[in-house]
């Protein structure tokens, strides 16, 4: 099943790097969860992966959060990274490396980078005048401000409040590659993703570029510029280079071949001009391959509303994973929202999922096959007699099932991925219903041990390909089922349950919620 050539195949996966100015909030969550999902289906499906997170700690608003609250921007970088991290634990993530841009190599690697894009004739020095906003880090060009009601100037795109900026700064030749930007998007269509985020920004870099400042000298939080007293670099140029600082630039060459170009960022909509635009001129500058693709979801709302402090919607994620379980809400989320669109989440959509697709589809059919092979065969295993055409019928559907899903998660379709699974185990409930083997016990224990042989089956294909959405629920399941350890990776899917097995005593491993 799984081609044997994956085995040592490399894989590498990001996540953005999020901004320790404050606590994490569901957004960051959902990003984390997804991509570990990504990550833990091509680790089942024999890669060797690299998955990297962490926290982006240089830049203007890291400063002037920690000045508002009083404390130094490296106290505030630590604590609030800390959150971040330990969030990853409660997410369950599987990080090979959670980076801080305050770490030593990544200042190594983000002084490489700006020498290799200098040597390049790349950066020079000139006087920087226009709008700068701070919450994004982002520069926008007078046309691409407006006023707001209270004569305030703000960016159009996200309304935030601009500041006028004007001082000596560096500058990338950021128009030289508008040419080579459009034959990246050209020659390799799969480089951004979904296709619609493609279209933007290739309309976008056809309207041309202009340079970027890349150095500010109006504070000092970030990484100094070589050779240049008093300029620290822009964010941006430190913050994308995290990903090579993760696979060993400069310094370790053999991580760097073996994992970049990195095969997926993964990132939120509003980030995609600095990962799609910026981040492979800056690449190309610097003579560094671009990464295979960046996909960026959209983003979550509560009840479709923005999530504010002011708004008083802010969710924790801690409180979320406490009252309905970290595997619900793992599966939930992916589960709910189209992967690659905006999408919205409730305590009631939550608990809907849990207990229709969980509790009901699910659990039902694992605990009531299991259940019954306690009651009929004691506990063992049956050897099935022969197939029917019914029995044939959905064994072929769930042996199908990994060609179907890994096309969805190849190009990160993750809900279209759990609907197939989700389609199974409702054939495998009609099946089980229209079978009856609870009144065929005790007419034809023989057939009665077929049919729960194949249930038994379906449970176990769709249990190993729902591992990597809730790794808690399925392991035990997989206990369940007997499943050895060295069983339950993608290559194992066409290897039957052994008849004869002794099975554990099991318990529901979804229970409907209680509030
Ligand atoms: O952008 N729903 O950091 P960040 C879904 N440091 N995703 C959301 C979201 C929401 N409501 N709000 C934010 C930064 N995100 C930079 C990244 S990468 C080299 C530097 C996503 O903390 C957002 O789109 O503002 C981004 O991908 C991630 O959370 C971190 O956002």
């Not at 982002?138 to 409040?161: V, Y």
């Not at 959509?349 to 659990?363: P, T």
């Not at 176990?460 to 007997?482: C, F, H, K």
Request: glycine letters at 6%; one cysteine or more; a negative charge.
């Amino acid at each position: 099943v799984n081609a044997p050539e994956n085995a040592s195949r490399p894989y590498y996966i990001t996540t953005a790097i999020a901004y320790p100015n404050g606590a994490p909030h569901i957004g960051h969550a959902y990003e984390f969860i997804s991509a570990d999902v990504l990550a833990r289906f091509k680790a089942l499906d024999g890669f060797d992966v690299r998955f990297q997170s962490g926290t982006d700690e240089h830049g203007q608003k890291m400063q002037q959060t920690a000045e508002a609250e009083g404390v130094s921007t490296a106290e505030l970088a630590r604590r609030n990274s800390d959150r971040f991290q330990a969030l990853h634990d409660a997410l369950g993530t599987d990080l090979t490396r959670f980076i801080r841009t305050t770490d030593a190599d990544h200042h190594r690697a983000s002084e490489e980078i700006w020498k290799r894009m200098e040597a390049a004739g790349d950066i020079y020095l000139d006087t920087y005048a226009g709008w700068y906003d701070v919450r994004d880090e982002a520069f926008f060009t007078e046309d691409e401000t407006s006023l707001d009601d209270d004569g305030d100037r703000i960016a159009t795109e996200n309304g935030h409040k601009l500041t006028w900026t004007q001082e000596q700064t560096y500058f990338f030749r950021l128009s030289k590659y508008t040419e080579p930007l459009l034959d990246l998007y050209r020659d390799r269509p799969e480089y951004i993703g979904p296709d619609s985020r493609r279209n933007e920004v290739v309309r976008f870099v056809e309207g041309g570029l202009t340079d970027l400042s890349i150095s500010r000298t109006t504070f000092d939080w970030g990484v100094k510029v070589p050779g240049a007293d008093g300029h620290v670099m822009y964010v941006w140029v430190d913050a994308l280079t995290n990903y090579l600082t993760g696979v060993g630039f400069p310094d370790d060459p053999a991580t760097m071949d073996r994992y970049w170009p990195a095969d997926l960022h993964v990132i939120g909509k509003d980030i995609i001009r600095f990962h799609c635009v910026y981040w492979p001129a800056f690449l190309m500058s610097a003579g560094i391959a671009v990464p295979k693709r960046v996909f960026a979801h959209g983003f979550l709302f509560n009840k479709g509303e923005k999530m504010s402090k002011s708004v008083g919607n802010v969710v924790d994620p801690h409180v979320l994973i406490s009252e309905f379980g970290l595997d619900p809400v793992r599966y939930f989320f992916l589960r709910e929202v189209s992967y690659g669109q905006d999408g919205s989440y409730s305590a009631e959509a939550i608990v809907s999922r849990k207990n229709a697709d969980l509790a009901n589809e699910y659990g039902n059919l694992a605990q009531r096959t299991l259940s019954m092979v306690g009651k009929y065969f004691d506990h063992v295993l049956p050897t099935p007699g022969e197939f029917t055409a019914d029995d044939r019928a959905l064994l072929d559907t769930a042996d199908a099932l990994l060609e179907k899903v890994r096309a969805h998660f190849d190009v990160q379709a993750i809900h279209l991925g759990l609907e197939a699974l989700w389609s199974a185990l409702a054939d495998a409930n009609r099946y089980i219903s229209a079978q009856e083997p609870w009144k065929l016990a005790k007419t034809d224990l023989e057939r009665t041990g077929t049919v729960l042989y194949v249930c038994a089956e379906v449970v176990r294909i769709v249990t190993l390909l729902t591992q990597p959405t809730m790794p808690g629920s399925t392991s035990t399941i997989l206990d369940y089922l007997a499943v050895d350890a060295d069983a339950r990776t993608f290559a194992s899917l066409g290897d039957r349950l052994a008849p004869g097995t002794v099975l554990p005593q099991p318990s529901p491993v979804f229970p409907r919620h209680e509030a």
